[in-house]
């Protein structure tokens, strides 16, 4: 099983409208979790952190159930300039390095 | 630097070859990584630097790859008798501190002929 599991897509998904993605890790050590966007052909850049508590940022919301050890990406309203592919990652306790997922690729239709 | 500079952009090698990837972090990020992604595939996490500390080198996938950061700044990653599978993004990254996420460079992307 891998440590960090998505749904690759592609989504397909109309202007306007709201889309959420869940991720699913293996390890209950895990600490940290964060969100990353990738554009093609581009560098991966840091969408948001998740905390245990749930954020915000802007149209952007996250979610970590850490009992079924998930993680969530909410975008509402989406945008034409949305589309990438988002990327889960997460930080083991004591571990430095990231355990990033496949992506899960989003598409915003006009 | 404002971000993490990686050179070259391009580079495309025979097979055989040796090459050297060159990163240069932010300034004053004390953990390096070293990681590449290949056509339509995640990240895959090949070296990792954090201060004067042993680098956790378990990601590297043959003794062909090696990799040394000098100075606690600048890393170059160094890929010997290059070989067709080699041909991947390699990406560079630096973090303040653990727990925080990583700025990327903007990669290398090798092609091996």
């Known amino acids: 099983r891998k440590e960090v599991e998505q749904d690759p897509g592609p989504f397909n998904v109309p202007e306007g409208a709201t889309v959420a993605f869940n991720c699913t890790y293996s390890?209950?050590?895990?600490?940290?979790f964060f969100w990353y966007r990738q554009d093609c052909r581009k560098e991966p850049k840091l969408l948001m952190s998740?905390?245990?508590s749930g954020n915000e940022d802007g149209r952007f919301t996250a979610q970590l159930n850490r009992a079924s050890q998930y993680i969530s990406l909410l975008i509402r309203d989406s945008k034409l300039s949305d589309s990438a592919t988002y990327l889960c990652v997460v930080n083991r306790e004591g571990n430095e390095k990231l355990t990033f997922g496949t992506g899960t690729r989003l598409t915003i239709i006009p | 630097g404002a971000g993490v500079s990686q050179s070259p952009s391009n580079k495309v090698t025979e097979k055989g070859k040796d090459v050297e990837l060159r990163c240069d972090p932010i300034?004053?990020?004390?953990?390096l990584y070293w990681y590449r992604q290949s056509l339509g595939q995640g990240l895959e996490f090949l070296i990792y630097f954090q201060g004067n500390s042993a680098p956790d080198k378990s990601g590297l996938p043959s003794d062909r790859f090696s990799a040394e950061r000098t100075g606690g700044s600048v890393s170059t990653l160094t890929i010997q008798r290059t070989q067709q599978e080699d041909s991947a993004v390699y990406l560079c990254a630096s973090s303040l501190r653990q727990g925080l996420g990583y700025t990327f460079g903007s990669g290398t992307r090798l092609t091996v002929v």
């Open positions: 998740v905390y245990s």
């Open positions: 390890n209950s050590a895990s600490q940290s």
């Open positions: 300034s004053g990020h004390t953990a």
